[in-house]
């Protein structure tokens, strides 16, 4: 069998060796709004960093959804906006500050300027496109399918593989299959295989870590999105595009709770034909979108270019203060241009 070797660039981690070397007191940051790999990836890093002796701790810019409460080491994550002032605290006194799953400070939520002023050597561990140089050593790879693969490697180049225990591996799997939508997504690339076989060879329970993921939703989320596929789709053949419109009632009728809509935007792609699927949703003071898209669809650049945001090309997001109608009126506006953009 072809053995595919680790990519990490050796001298970048000759540099973050020397960091890690020197520094004791450790914070680890996830993206606000963590999903499942920015948080597998970030309980992985702890965990890793505990077992070298270090003192790391987790401070996520906000709240994720109950379905990653279940990792090992969950109750350890730092929430900063249920306790600003021992995270800001515990930011000021480190040493060393990994910036994980993101590569913008804008990113960073509500400790964008916290972490931009903060002195503490940092490293960035990422998989999206455009870095920003805000780090002192940056291992950022559009490549790797999640963060979470490219912890793996990390923790590997660094000569620890034999720390990766069965904890670990949880963390890196479950950040891995939910940013590969199980791995069904073409980031996805032969030494992920051989991660996962690695990770499973570790005593993971696959079959556990998917019930906890995807069958722990409650009936609220679940009659949310039959509300979505029925009364908030909005199919436009002639694009190949579908809208899910959520309104602030209808998020308030159906109890919602941080992390119900997540997925939900993937849905309209099973539709035949569908190569871009958007979903709108007016939170309480801004509309938060969400782009998916199939092959060579770059809808990160609609992200970027029109809803303050970006992303990788095929799953994105962005934000605008607008009103929902507007919002939506604008995609639709930019929408023609955009599908003929794409077969010239
Ligand atoms: P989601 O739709 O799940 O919030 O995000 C999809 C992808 O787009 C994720 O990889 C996420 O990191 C990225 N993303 C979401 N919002 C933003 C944003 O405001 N700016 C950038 N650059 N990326 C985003
Ligand atoms: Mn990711």
């Known amino acids: 069998m072809n053995n595919i070797k680790n990519r990490i660039d050796i001298d970048l981690i000759a540099k973050a060796e020397a960091l890690l070397y020197e520094s004791e007191k450790i914070a680890i940051i996830p993206h606000s709004g963590p999903d499942g790999d920015a948080i597998g990836s970030s309980l992985a890093l702890y965990q890793y960093l505990k077992k070298k002796g270090k003192m790391p701790k987790i401070v996520s810019p906000s709240a994720y959804p109950v379905f990653l409460n279940w990792l090992p080491k969950n109750s350890e994550v730092m ?160 694009y190949q595009t579908a809208i899910i419109t959520l309104t602030k009632e209808d998020l308030l009728k159906f109890n919602y709770k941080d992390g119900d809509t997540e997925g939900f935007v993937n849905y309209p792609l099973s539709i035949q034909g569908m190569l871009v699927s958007v979903i709108f949703i007016e939170k309480e003071d801004m509309v938060k979108i969400s782009f998916r898209s199939k092959g060579n669809v770059p809808i990160n650049a609609v992200a970027a270019e029109y809803f303050n945001g970006g992303g990788h090309m095929n799953a994105a997001g962005g934000r605008t203060t607008d009103q929902l109608k507007d919002a939506i009126a604008k995609f639709k506006e930019v929408l023609p241009a955009f599908y003929k953009s794409l077969n010239q």
């Open 79 to 238: 929430i900063y906006t249920n306790g600003k002032k021992a995270a800001e605290e515990y930011l000021k006194s480190s040493d060393l500050v990994f910036i994980v799953d993101h590569n913008s400070f804008k990113r960073s939520g509500d400790l964008e300027k916290i972490l931009q002023d903060l002195p503490a050597k940092k490293i960035m561990i990422d998989h999206h496109p455009e870095p920003e140089q805000i780090v002192d050593v940056m291992f950022s790879d559009t490549s790797m399918c999640a963060t979470c693969e490219l912890m793996y490697e990390f923790i590997e180049a660094l000569g620890d593989e034999n720390l990766i225990d069965t904890h670990i591996a949880e963390c890196l799997y479950t950040g891995i299959v939910t940013d590969t939508g199980g791995l069904s997504y073409n980031s996805s690339n032969p030494r992920t295989y051989q991660i996962v076989g690695d990770l499973l060879a570790r005593g993971i329970d696959k079959s556990k870590i998917h019930s906890n993921v995807y069958d722990n939703f409650s009936t609220d989320r679940m009659k949310l999105l039959g509300h979505c596929l029925d009364r908030g789709l909005e199919v436009l053949p002639e």
